[in-house]
């Protein structure tokens, strides 16, 4: 392991935020000194010390003194870092100060250099909640990419291979980051660097090829014609024709902008395209089913690859935007998924008026579930785990769980909002992690006595659905599409499905 800290990697005065003092003097990052997110970020009026990893990191593992504080204010008063570990807040000497040149071009500049080092994301991230270490941090491995940027660190130092894997890339962070630190294009810009070629770990390499790769998606035909049909289905010829979006019976202008959607809005005359997921269609084919089953005017274009999201998270940035661009010319008009982590990447790169994911999609087309789910007789209870980037990327959380609502009692899990630890290939790289972090909600979900936990991602159904298989559990993971259509079932027939919702 390595055995430097975080406190040798702070420090470089390119950064806005390391040059000047803050509010406290020389060492104050003024984050939490009264930094806000109107007047932080590209300021230059922060200091360095504070909380860049000087006063608290250690490389995870290796040094336990060095590690052993949770970050600490200059202050002494606001700041924002529990610090697990615990620590004696103050000041510390400053950073060694930055060796020459202006940065290996390995990260956007503008991007890494926002971070203020204030220490807000810290509460917010599910790895330093696991260690307690500043390293395993977003803050910290902010730190250690700009270490890694400006040269101070070797790219092959185990510190950096390590803090890249170990992130789950949940983007937690960037919600409650005065600064607008965009961490999730960071990490992208990280790994593409850190695992490039043989660096990348196998099994990503593995499945990204067969997500590249049409003829290796084609081999699950047989799943994937089953994903596209459903009962009343057209056959697939008609089916894979585009046909008109429902509009709004209130507001004949079409959709209103769900939550969170930034800009643009969706044309109420566009054709609405349904992707199948790489991974649903060969492991959830029902979920593209249900989607068919509660609205037909979906179509669902036979040829259509892969988003890309799976190699942006894995290393190969460029490959999941071109595989992006390449999937929004196949899928015409609006693209619908049920793919929370796929929604929020071809937003990215499509545009956001492009894509919606379901729940957006059913709640603007004004969809009112019919029925109800019920267990043992009595209306079922059930609860939500959001997807990571649909709540982090597009700030989408209310209409999947009004939705449930709606045909089931709900249930808030205190930590629907966090990770369940599938984060894409995470759960496979790194499976203990990966348990580690579910096991909280799994204690939630049985404390709680829900019968169901609904998903809006095919990772995170995977994820919930084998945690409780191995506790034994009596709660039933499902996917949103799927817990919908179960509920339409029970409707008597002509129910009130479809529009007329409000
Ligand atoms: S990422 Fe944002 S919240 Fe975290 S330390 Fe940097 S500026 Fe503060
Ligand atoms: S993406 Fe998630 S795991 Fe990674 S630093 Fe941010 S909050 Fe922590």
């Not at 810290?122 to 270490?147: K, Q, V």
């Not at 990503?204 to 790769?213: V, Y």
């Amino acid at each position: 392991m390595n055995d430097r800290t975080n406190a040798e990697y702070a420090g470089n005065g390119e950064h806005p935020g390391q040059g000047d003092a803050g509010p406290c003097g020389p060492g104050c990052g003024g984050g939490s000194c009264g930094g806000s997110r109107d007047t932080a970020g590209g300021t230059g009026t922060a200091g360095t010390a504070h909380g860049s990893g000087a006063e608290t990191g250690g490389a995870r593992g290796a040094e336990a003194g060095a590690a052993a504080s949770g970050g600490t204010a200059c202050c002494g008063d606001a700041t924002p870092d529990p610090g697990p570990a615990g620590g004696a807040p103050g000041h510390r000497p400053a950073p060694p100060a930055p060796g020459p040149g202006a940065g290996l071009g390995i990260f956007d500049k503008n991007l890494l250099d926002r971070c203020i080092s204030c220490g807000f994301c810290l509460p917010a991230c599910p790895t330093y909640a696991l260690t307690g270490e500043e390293t395993s941090s977003p803050r910290g491995r902010i730190t250690l990419m700009r270490a890694l940027e400006t040269g101070q660190l070797p790219p092959d130092d185990p510190t950096l291979a390590e803090e890249s894997s170990f992130c789950l890339g949940c983007r937690a962070c960037e919600t409650v980051c005065p600064a607008g630190v965009e961490y999730g294009s960071l990490l992208e810009q990280w790994r593409d660097h850190q695992w490039s070629g043989r660096n990348r770990p196998w099994i990503a390499r593995i499945l990204m090829l067969i997500m590249s790769r049409p003829a290796l998606l084609r081999l699950q035909g047989l799943v994937r014609r089953h994903a596209r049909g459903g009962p009343g289905a057209k056959p697939d010829r008609v089916a894979a024709e585009p046909t008109t979006a429902p509009t709004r019976p209130d507001t004949p202008s079409g959709p209103s902008l769900p939550d969170g959607a930034p800009d643009g809005q969706a044309a109420p005359d566009r054709p609405v395209s349904l992707m199948l997921g790489c991974v649903e269609r060969g492991l959830y084919p029902k979920v593209s089913r249900a989607v068919r089953e509660l609205r037909p005017e979906v179509a669902v274009p036979a040829a259509q690859g892969c988003c890309g999201a799976l190699h942006a998270h894995n290393g190969d940035s460029s490959a999941g935007a071109e595989l992006a661009r390449t999937l929004g010319e196949q899928l015409p008009g609006t693209i619908v998924t049920t793919a929370g982590g796929c929604a929020a990447h071809l937003a990215h790169h499509l545009g956001r008026d492009r894509v919606r994911e379901l729940s957006e999609y059913l709640d603007e087309a004004r969809y009112a579930p019919a029925g109800e789910v019920t267990v043992d007789g009595r209306r079922a209870r059930a609860a939500l785990q959001d997807s990571c980037h649909l709540r982090n990327g597009l700030g989408v959380t209310r209409p999947p769980r009004e939705l449930i609502a709606a045909v089931a009692d709900y249930v808030e899990l205190p930590g629907a909002g966090q990770c369940c630890g599938a984060a894409g290939t995470y759960a496979m790289l790194r499976p203990d992690d990966s348990k580690a972090v579910l096991d909280p909600k799994l204690d939630d979900i049985e404390r709680l006595d829900v019968d169901y936990v609904v998903t809006v991602n095919p990772g995170c159904l995977r994820q919930v659905q084998q945690g409780l298989k191995r506790r034994r559990s009596r709660a039933r993971a499902i996917h949103l599409a799927e817990f919908l259509a179960l509920a339409a079932e029970s409707a008597p027939a002509g129910g009130t499905s479809g529009e007329g919702k409000g």
